[in-house]
């Protein structure tokens, strides 16, 4: 019996290792999809950064975050279906693989809308101190991704101007989407 049970235990090691590196790997790509890390490609970079991520449940009403409140956490989508509301009106929706909340990881700015989820979801959590906490061993990755987030940062800064001018009030803003 202890023969068995210790090929048993063996063996249910080995099937966890062998989740763990998919599961890694399903993150890793991901991570490699948000504009901030799509031209890193440094793998121990990436393993760091995938390793910080934390998994959390949400139900459908839950609210993840708030428009106008700080932000100190970005978001991947690893199953379920969430509500992009801006104004109180449904922007888009975001799905499986999709990610939200890249830039409060790097500027102090106030979260630019609220995400409720329509359905049962299970988010990765990418919190802004572990973010840091990486970046920092990489000083050459942080120059690039500081580079990329300040150039979607401009993209932000000019669509929230646009918003407010008077002159494009009736514009439609699905190129946004």
């Not at 440094?42 to 009403?61: A, I, Q």
């Not at 609220?114 to 802004?128: E, F």
């Amino acid at each position: 019996f202890e023969t068995v049970s210790k090929w048993f235990e063996g063996e249910m090691q080995g099937l966890h290792q062998i989740a763990r590196e998919r599961f890694q790997s399903i993150v890793r790509k991901m991570v490699m999809k948000i504009p901030l890390f799509k031209n890193v490609a440094d793998d121990k970079f990436m393993h760091d950064l995938s390793e910080k991520l934390k998994m959390r449940g949400y139900k459908e009403g839950d609210c993840v975050m708030r428009e106008g409140e700080g932000g100190n956490e970005m978001y991947f989508v690893l199953r379920g279906t969430l509500s992009v509301c801006v104004d109180d009106e449904v922007f888009r929706n975001v799905y499986d693989g999709n990610f939200f909340g890249e830039i409060a990881l790097v500027y102090n700015t106030p979260r630019t809308a609220t995400i409720k989820a329509t359905q049962p979801s299970t988010l990765l959590v990418l919190t802004k101190n572990d973010f840091q906490g990486v970046i920092l061993k990489y000083p050459d990755i942080k120059s690039q991704v500081l580079l990329t987030a300040s150039a979607r940062f401009q993209v932000f800064v000019l669509m929230e101007l646009i918003k407010k001018v008077s002159l494009f009030h009736d514009v439609s803003t699905d190129f946004m989407k």
